[in-house]
């Protein structure tokens, strides 16, 4: 989990110090996306490596900050940068005003 977390840890760091993002998943050079999903696929051979459900309870209990990282990460209002797109501030059309 240690190294999954740091690869989310400097994804996240593109994503808020150096204004970039995941974009399309066909952009396979794309650094954010690549940091992602190296993080993905270390817990992915991590689990694999064991022959129960065990890693998954523990990858549920971990003390490293897996989720917390990915909840920085994730999309949640349009103030604040995540992976898939840079901070910016939503319009809706119907309503015509931001949305926050």
Known sequence: AGTAVAMLCL???MVRNR???QGSLQDRNNLVYSLIST???AIT???ASKSNWSP???LLTS???VWEVL???ACVDSDRACATRSALRCFNAVE???VS
């Open 11 to 13: 994804a996240l760091d």
């Open 71 to 73: 909840s920085e990460l």
């Open 45 to 47: 051979s991590w689990i």
């Open 63 to 65: 003390a490293w900050p």
């Open 19 to 21: 204004g970039l993002y």
């Open 56 to 58: 998954l309870f523990d």
């Open 39 to 41: 993080a993905q696929d």
């Open 96 to 98: 015509r005003r931001t």
